[in-house]
């Protein structure tokens, strides 16, 4: 059974653009938790032979067709990432699959539309952060904003819709950007993985910058082992992989590719 679950979030994505590199900004440390990045501890290394699968969670990242190759902002390469996401998804090797769908209003802060002399990739200020303003993107109902054909949705358990808020950005999963009283709204799914019992959350899809290394470091603040399967994401700019790969090391999460996950489970 399919539950849908509508939270009023305001997502974002990073899409992608073709060409040069998003300016590096956007990357800041600052993003998703507000922990300091210097002089935090390191964390120790985990282990996939300890994972119980059965209390084990992917979620599968906004892999919608505006995201991929042909659609308003198609991640470079990202539809080389879909027979891996497939597999992952039918792999029935974790006891939960839960999905996340960019879904924006048509004026929604994130769009370039929505700000007068702007183009898209501008970077401005709102409310004391930094924002991308990207092309309009997954808006509601549109053919684009679809999560991909080719992956079995049917088999998750929760679909975690973000953006909705016209407001409020929201790269990770778990919480959105802030919002103009400076807070982080919860999606509820912290909450939710919790009631499932979850221990373990991987995570796969789109992008690996902003909402896949976002919710990791939410999910690792919310006290999950937390892992990306990194060959089933993709970046809009691959030159950040580096960087991004080290923060996430340092927050203790793991990184994985999907034939050591095929090989852990044997
Ligand atoms: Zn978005």
């Known amino acids: 059974m399919v539950i849908l679950l509508e939270y009023r979030t305001g997502v974002s994505h990073e899409q ?19 922990r300091p990045k210097a002089g935090m501890a390191k964390m120790a290394t985990i282990s996939l032979a300890d994972v119980i699968w ?15 190759p042909g659609g308003a902002l198609p991640v470079p390469e990202g539809n080389q990432l879909l027979p891996v996401v497939r597999a992952l998804m039918e792999s029935e090797r974790f006891g939960l699959l839960v999905a996340t769908q960019d879904w924006h209003p048509p004026d929604h802060v994130s769009f370039a539309s929505s700000h007068p002399g702007r183009l898209a990739y501008d970077v401005v200020d709102l409310y ?11 808006v509601q109902g549109s053919s684009g904003a679809r999560l991909h054909p080719y992956l079995p949705w049917v088999r998750c358990a929760a679909i975690i819709r973000k953006g909705m808020d016209r407001s409020v950005d929201s790269y990770s999963t778990f919480r959105n950007n802030w919002d103009a009283s400076g807070h982080r709204a919860s999606t509820g799914l912290v909450e939710y993985l919790r009631g499932r019992g979850v221990l373990d959350v991987f995570l796969c899809g789109l992008t690996r910058e902003f909402c896949v290394k976002w919710s990791a470091e939410d999910a690792a603040q919310a006290g999950f082992r937390v892992w990306v399967v990194w060959d089933a994401t993709r970046a809009l700019d691959p030159t950040t992989d580096q960087g991004i790969a080290t923060a996430l090391k340092g927050l203790g999460v793991g990184i994985v590719r999907f034939a050591e996950l095929q090989a852990a489970a044997g």
């Open 16 to 34: 992608s653009r073709t060409g040069a590199a998003l300016r590096r900004e956007r990357f800041d440390g600052n993003c998703a938790t507000g």
């Open 54 to 68: 059965p209390q084990a969670c992917l979620v599968v990242t906004d892999v919608q067709v505006d995201f991929l």
């Open 128 to 138: 004391g952060h930094s924002q991308v303003l990207w092309p309009d993107h997954c």
